[in-house]
Nanobody
C-alpha cells in the first residue's frame, strides 16, 4: 500500500524560505512521477512542480525560479525547496504520485500547511 507523508510546513515571512519533504513508501511500479500540488481556501488545487524517474522537472509559472523539486536516489523522499516566498504561496501543499507522467494521480499525502505573512 502506498503511503505519502508530508512534513516541513509552517510559517514564514515574505522573502523567506521553507523546505517541504514527502516520505514515499509502498510504491511497486518503477517509472512513477511525483508532484507537489497546493490548494488555498476557496481556490482550485493547482500543480506546483513535478519530477520523473530521470529527474526531469517541471514548474508552474508562478513558482519558476523560486521553488525547486528534488528526489533522493531511492525515490523515497520528495522535497520542495521554497525560496523568496510570497503571501500568495499560502496554501496546503500535497505530494502525489502516478504510475506514468501522463496518467491520473493515484496516491496523495494528507497535506501540510504553509503560511506566508507580509
Amino acid at each position: 500500500q502506498v503511503h505519502l507523508v508530508e512534513s516541513g510546513g509552517g510559517s514564514a515571512q515574505a522573502g523567506g524560505s521553507l523546505r517541504l519533504s514527502c516520505a514515499v513508501s509502498g510504491v511497486t511500479y518503477s517509472d512513477y512521477c511525483m508532484s507537489w500540488f497546493r490548494q488555498a481556501p476557496g481556490k482550485a488545487r493547482e500543480g506546483v512542480a513535478n519530477i520523473d524517474v530521470r529527474g526531469i522537472t517541471g514548474y508552474a509559472d508562478s513558482v519558476k525560479g523560486r521553488f525547486t523539486i528534488s528526489q533522493d536516489n531511492a525515490r523515497t523522499t520528495l522535497s520542495l525547496q521554497m525560496n523568496s516566498l510570497k503571501p500568495e504561496d499560502t496554501s496546503v501543499y500535497y505530494c502525489a504520485t502516478r504510475t506514468t507522467c501522463s496518467g491520473p494521480y493515484q496516491h496523495w499525502g494528507q497535506g501540510t500547511q504553509v503560511t506566508v505573512s507580509s
